[in-house]
């Protein structure tokens, strides 16, 4: 429910609605957007499993002068509408980052346009850098589904420290919970979290270990393994060690239980779309384990073509979530081709989680084309295969090549 300042008047000015984390740069532009736009503000905080409660962003925006503060869990929304397609397309960016922020933003814009139509708002506002992805995701993504809106960041704008922010906020009485000393930059939800700045940007050094804040360290996770059975029906995790559960509370178990064996842990430099590499990591225990298991399930149950032909556009998918294109053109179309490789995407896959690694150590599937009688060499198991096939198999699979030599050494 929104809530309403008391204290602030509803004037004739127009109204911008906020992506709002509490964080510091958001609660700076609360003041910020008021004073250089003469607009009234809605922060609207869209929870995808960041941590801050609702209580208490709510109330931190209205105090900071927000006329309307609101809160919407979309975490079920997020887990169903958009992390399940990427899990279906193995999501790695450049192979190897989840895209946990950047599936996010879709989600968040999505709800930004949502809030600025019902409150007639004109502009829609965020904390983004000119330097960064997320400007891009949220603007692109914001005029694709409204056209007519205007797009506010303050932080593109007004290029400052974030030591200068400490103190404008200090200056205008705006309540923040940053400290100075805090070096990174940090974004995180249930598909996992980033971290960039401080000493990762000498990308030589080792992370200190102050930036890993989700997951044990591998060196001290336990010294027996932890194994874990994900089950699988049509390319979507519903379970795990044999009991069904909903999407957000499988993310969450499976992030506890991989992150507590040190799984997740990502160091990349990484390609951003505005041309700037970038030294980030990331702890994405779940994503990293479901992604692994999940291409296990594939392997056996999908035909050879079908991998094949699907990695290509995987790549696609994952590069346009990357990219922003969430609202293009070519995302349902992909996301269909996607769906449809799934249907015979069942089974269980087991895991072992051990002190910073993922590995599939088993897999079973109703809709398995791993047929033993066609791949036993034991005495032990009935032969299906027709071996004197092969001899005609080999001799039609190497007549090209057996034509091109005979011609071309009778050339010679
Ligand atoms: N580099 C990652 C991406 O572009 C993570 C960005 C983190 N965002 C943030 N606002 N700190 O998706």
Redesign the pocket.
Known sequence: MANDSSTKAEGKRDKVVLAYSGGLDTSVDIHWLKENYNVDVIAISVNVGQPPNEDDIVARALRNGAIKSDFFDVRKEFVEEYVWPLVKANGLYQDI?P?S??IARPLMAKTLVKIAKQEGAKYIAHG?TGK???QVRFDAGIVAQDPDLKILAPQREWVTSRDEEIDYAAEHGIEIKAKKSSPF???ENLWGA?C?CGALENAWEEPPAGVWAHTVDPEKAPNTPTYIEIEFEQGVPVGLDGKRMDGVELIEKLNKVAGDNGVGRIDHV?D?LVGIK?R?TYECPAAVTIITAHKAIEAMTLQREVLDFKRGIEQKFTRMV?DGQWFGGLREPINAFIDATQKYVNGTVRVKLFKGSVTVVGRKSPTSLYDTGLATYSKDTVDTFDHKAAMGFIYVWGLPDQTAARAHKEKQ
């Open positions: 980052y895209l922020t950047a983004c960064g992805n997320d930059s940090r974004d980033s960039e990484e951003r970038s980030e990357y």
